[in-house]
C-alpha cells in the first residue's frame, strides 16, 4: 500500500515498489507487470498516477510498453567501458550475450566529404560502407554506419559475411591491420524515424550517438563510424580520478 501521509510522492512509491519487485525477481525479464487499473486500485491512487510512473520507468529503461498489451519488464542495459578499445562482438561475448548483424547495406563507395575528412583521404576516394543492425541475443541494441579505407582491405566484402563476423577480427586476421586506439564522442538524442524502423524502437526513444575514427599501430586511420545505441538498452561508464 502506498503511505498517502508520507512526503514521497505516490508515484515515486510506484515506482520503488516495480523496482524492488524486478530487482527480487518477483517481476521476470520479460514478463507482463500488473495493469496501470491493478496498480491504482492496489496502492487507492488514480491511474494518472500509476501512468507517471510507468513512464519514468519506461524512459530510464526499466520497463517497456506493447500496445494494446501491457508493460513488461525490460532487459538489464548492456554496460561497456569507456577505457579500452573493442569491437561491439568482443562486447557481448565478454558479457555471455549472443552477437549478430543485420546487413542492412554493403558497398564500395566513393568516400562523402565527411568520412574523407575523418579518414584523411581524398573525397571520392573508394571506401568499404558496412551498415548494420547489432544484435544482442536477437534484440537490436544499435545501428552502425562504417567506413573503411578499401586500399587497406582489397576484396573485403567478396570473402566475408558480416552478419556474423567481426569487422575488426577479419581486419586483423586477414589484413594485418591491428586497431590501437579510437577518438570518438557521444551525444544524446531522439531516434529519428530511420533509427527507429531498424532498431524496432517506438517515438521517443533515446539514443547514444557514436561518431568514431579508429587508428593503427602507425596512427593512421582506418575506420570512420557513426552508430546510435538505443538508450534504453545500452549505457557507458568510466572511471574518473582527480588530476594530480
Not at 32 to 42: G, K, M, N, V, Y
Not at 90 to 96: E, L, S
Not at 138 to 162: K, T, W
Amino acid at each position: 500500500m502506498a503511505k498517502h501521509d508520507s512526503p514521497v510522492p505516490l508515484y515515486l512509491q510506484i515506482k520503488d515498489y516495480i523496482r524492488l519487485n524486478i530487482q527480487h525477481g518477483v517481476f521476470a525479464v520479460n514478463e507482463r507487470i500488473p495493469s496501470e487499473r491493478q496498480l491504482a486500485d492496489q496502492f487507492s491512487v488514480n491511474r494518472l498516477t500509476v501512468s507517471k510512473a510507468l513512464n519514468e520507468l519506461a524512459q530510464e529503461g526499466v520497463v517497456y510498453s506493447q500496445v494494446g498489451k501491457g508493460t513488461y519488464v525490460a532487459p538489464a542495459k548492456i554496460d561497456q567501458a569507456l577505457q579500452s578499445l573493442t569491437s561491439f562482438t568482443q562486447d557481448m561475448i565478454g558479457r555471455g550475450k549472443r552477437a549478430a548483424s543485420r546487413v542492412l547495406h554493403a558497398a564500395i563507395e566513393p568516400a562523402n566529404t565527411e568520412a574523407a575528412k575523418a579518414l584523411m583521404i581524398l573525397p571520392g576516394a573508394e571506401v568499404v560502407v558496412l551498415h548494420r543492425v547489432r544484435m544482442a541475443d536477437d534484440q537490436p541494441v544499435a545501428l552502425e554506419r562504417s567506413h573503411v579505407i578499401s586500399a587497406l582491405c582489397p576484396g573485403i566484402l567478396d570473402n566475408h559475411d558480416f552478419s556474423r563476423e567481426s569487422l575488426y577480427a577479419v581486419l586483423k586476421a586477414e589484413y594485418h591491420l591491428h586497431m590501437t586506439y579510437a577518438h570518438q564522442t557521444i551525444e544524446a538524442r531522439k531516434a529519428g524515424e530511420a533509427e527507429r524502423d531498424a532498431l524496432e524502437a517506438e517515438s521517443g526513444l533515446p539514443i547514444l550517438f557514436i561518431t568514431r575514427v579508429t587508428y593503427d599501430l602507425n596512427d593512421h586511420p582506418v575506420e570512420y563510424v557513426r552508430s546510435s545505441y538505443r538508450g534504453d538498452r545500452y549505457k557507458f561508464y568510466t572511471i574518473l580520478r582527480t588530476a594530480e
